[in-house]
């Protein structure tokens, strides 16, 4: 039976990565990749990044970690890999130079604005531009780069553990518990480098936090994949919710003005609870509440990943052009972005998806 919930879920998380997306571009707070602020004075949309940017992409890690339970059981391993080697793997290495790196032509000119220097002069080749595009247009491809790297150790602990002892021991926790394992998520946090040197890759260790995502992937799978577990959340998801809601609000109200995404942040006690709090008390909130479906629902299980994969595109293209070619006030270029991030993201994605063999490079679609 389809867990609709999860669905749900995922496709609202997906959502609500386009919406972050918008303000994460024109916020100054020093987040590395966008372009910059859009006005004077201490930009109070910004608050947006803070109360999404600790649980969205943990939720969707641990939400992988559960289908992937799922499609195991269904799957062999084989035939599971060589799945998530197309939807994955494809689209964040081929797809790149197939369409992303039109993003990595906005990612560049972006850079080019921040920094105050041309990042490719003139005179350099176009095919070495056409390349420097490509790698340059990973922006949030990270994601299922990583996920498809996740996927490669989560087969080897299953090899460690041929009889699921380890799964079937995790149906017996209770709810304090399932509270407890946030520790883990604690730990995991602290694997980022505090201190990332210029010009190292230590900067792109702290994009993808390997060791951090793997925690919300296992627990997804180990853990919250269980009927009983997932009731146990339902039940409690109005005092998580509150939990969650008290402690993100004390994390925004005295960390407000930092750049949410350093290290020294995200390794912060407060913002971990937050973070965790906030996944299990969404993933108990849709199971009570939103465990239906319908011809929106429907379309949107179905379409929400390629939106996501498409989605940045908008973003750099759009919000840069605004940004440098135009003097709209900042609330009609974020009214802009935000409409066209949620109405063309999608036209792209259908279009994409009728194209034979770019569909297949680009979305990972087989027909």
């Known amino acids: 039976m389809r867990k609709h919930w999860m669905d749900n879920l995922r496709w609202v998380t997906v959502l609500l990565v386009l919406l972050y997306h918008v303000f994460y571009f024109y916020n100054n707070k020093g987040v590395f990749g966008g372009i910059g602020g859009v006005g004077d004075g201490p930009q109070y949309q910004d608050v947006v990044m803070y109360f999404l940017y600790p649980w969205f ?14 499609a ?3 799957h062999s391993a084989g035939e599971w890999l060589k799945a998530r080697t197309r939807k994955l793997l494809v689209p964040g290495t081929i797809g790149l130079f197939v369409f992303q790196w039109m993003t990595g032509y906005f990612n560049t000119a972006v850079s080019s604005y921040v920094s105050g220097t041309t990042m490719l002069p003139e005179g350099v080749p176009d095919v070495v531009k056409y390349f420097a595009w490509s790698l340059s247009g990973i922006g949030p491809l990270w994601f299922i780069q990583l996920l ?27 709810i304090v518990w399932l509270i407890l394992l946030g520790v883990l998520f604690w730990a995991g946090e602290q694997t980022l480098i505090r201190d ?21 992937f296992l627990l997804g799978y180990f853990v919250f994949s269980h009927d009983e577990v997932q009731k146990k959340l339902a039940d409690a998801w109005a005092p998580l919710m509150a939990c969650a809601l008290i402690s993100g609000g004390v994390l925004i109200g005295t960390t407000f003005g930092q750049d949410n995404t350093s290290p020294q942040y995200l390794g912060s006690p407060l913002n971990c609870i937050y973070g965790y709090l906030m996944c299990l008390a969404m993933m108990g909130w849709f199971q009570a509440k939103f465990n239906r479906t319908g011809k929106v629902a429907g379309y949107m299980t179905r379409s929400s990943y390629g939106i996501y994969i498409v989605h940045y595109l908008v973003i750099a293209s759009l919000g840069y052009m605004m940004k440098v070619y135009t003097q709209l006030p900042p609330a009609a270029m974020y009214l802009l972005l935000t409409l066209a991030v949620f109405t063309l993201s999608p036209l792209l ?3 994409l998806r009728r194209i034979p063999f770019v569909r297949w490079c680009a979305l990972g679609i087989k027909k």
């Open 57 to 70: 992409m943990p939720l969707l890690f641990l939400l992988s970690g559960i289908s992937a339970r799922y």
């Open 349 to 351: 994605y259908e279009l």
């Open 196 to 216: 990332p040197r210029p010009e190292s890759a230590d900067g792109l260790y702290n994009l993808y936090k390997p060791l951090f995502y793997l925690i919300p």
């Open 72 to 74: 195991l059981e269904k």
């Open 148 to 174: 498809w790297v996740l996927c490669l150790v989560l087969l080897a602990v299953r090899a460690l553990d041929k009889k699921d002892k380890l799964w079937t021991a995790c149906s017996q926790l209770n």
